[in-house]
């Protein structure tokens, strides 16, 4: 059973920096992709990235491309996105989940399954 599991959101103030991560298991990354997406309150869910052994790190929100990475460790089966420079349009629930594909597919979230509980980031002011 593919089972992702995301952690590291709280709350952080205007330019703060946060890393969230989702650990994976029933699978070993690489066999799929992972992407990262967020949802804000009253609006649509988002792909925010993507990390797969062939394409690695793709940002897809072209607000975030200076400020956020993604990035894996294989030996943890772990997906990190690290967040840099926050603002308080960051603020949202950020979810993993499991692309079809090895490779990356886009930003978004149809065809991805296998979605984590979500983590909440908050960003004051």
């Known amino acids: 059973q593919l089972q992702l599991v995301e952690s590291g959101g709280g709350l952080v103030q205007l330019g703060g920096s946060l890393t969230l991560s989702c650990a994976a298991s029933g699978f070993t990354l690489g066999y799929y992709a992972i992407g990262w997406f967020r949802q804000a309150p009253g609006k649509e869910r988002e792909g925010v990235g993507c990390f797969s052994t062939d394409q690695g790190s793709i940002i897809h929100i072209n607000s975030v491309k200076d400020r956020f990475t993604v990035s894996a460790d294989k030996v943890k089966n772990t997906v990190y996105l690290q967040m840099n420079s926050l603002k308080p349009e960051d603020t949202a629930v950020y979810y993993c989940?499991?692309?079809?594909?090895?490779?990356?597919?886009?930003?978004?979230?149809?065809?991805?399954?296998?979605w984590g509980q979500g983590t909440q980031v908050t960003v004051s002011s």
């Open positions: 989940a499991v692309g079809p594909y090895q490779g990356c597919s886009g930003p978004s979230p149809v065809l991805y399954r296998s």
